[in-house]
């Protein structure tokens, strides 16, 4: 979050003189206190200040990046993740290449006939296979797709962040949000770098 001028100066005069009412606040920079409603409102919902009816503000010696931490541990894959493209196991390559280009997605979740997630595929499967001189109309996608227990998961109360690091970690570009269920595991969603842009944006925004 960048500061202005006027919100940079009142973080100081906190810090110097805390705790310092609105009003005293207001006397130091020769401006009333409805005018420094809003940008005490902003630096109170930010973390900067801290406000205590009848005593005051005070700082809480927090930077911005502490902040910023803090705000990401409160973002959870329940919060941002996406609907999922599944196929069934026994579809064909070729059909699955197609699914993937009509729902414009770079990743699909294969489930067996009781919906439990069994394989992953990735454009990068899809497209190795392509290369070949196999039939594709022929070719299941079992064979190809990166099967369980070699899939990594998250669950709803997972925190983006943390799954931010294993995309990076891993070299992969989504991963299935699921529930665990008495067939196996129910895909329910889906996190992707695109989920964590969005995510970063809007905490930039806010």
């Keep these: 979050m960048e500061l202005t001028k006027r919100q940079d100066r009142i973080i100081e005069i906190v810090k110097a003189n805390g705790p310092i009412t609105g009003e005293q606040i207001a006397e130091q920079l020769n401006l009333t206190r ?3 409603r809003p940008d005490l409102s902003i630096l109170t919902m930010a973390g900067y200040l801290d406000a ?4 005051g503000y005070f700082y809480t010696g927090k930077s911005g990046t502490q902040l910023l931490t803090e705000n990401l541990q409160k973002i959870f894959v329940k919060d941002y993740k996406s609907m ?15 699914t993937m280009f009509l729902e414009d997605v770079g990743t699909l979740f294969v489930v067996d006939q009781n919906s439990a997630l069994v394989g992953v595929l990735s454009r990068k499967d899809l497209l190795r296979a392509s290369i070949g001189k196999q039939e594709l109309t022929a070719l299941p996608i079992n064979i190809i797709m990166t099967r369980m227990p070699n899939i990594t998961m998250c669950e709803m109360d997972d925190l983006l962040i943390d799954i931010a690091k294993v995309l990076i970690d891993k070299q992969i570009d989504a991963m ?5 269920s008495d067939s196996g595991y129910e895909v329910i969603g889906r996190v992707t770098k695109t989920t964590i842009t969005k995510a970063f944006v809007a905490l930039g925004n806010e």
């Design 176 to 180: 299935p949000v699921v529930r665990k």
């Design 84 to 98: 999922p493209v599944v196929i069934k196991e026994d579809v064909s390559v070729y059909d699955a290449i197609c």
């Design 52 to 55: 205590r009816p009848r005593v």
């Design 34 to 36: 409805a005018t420094l």
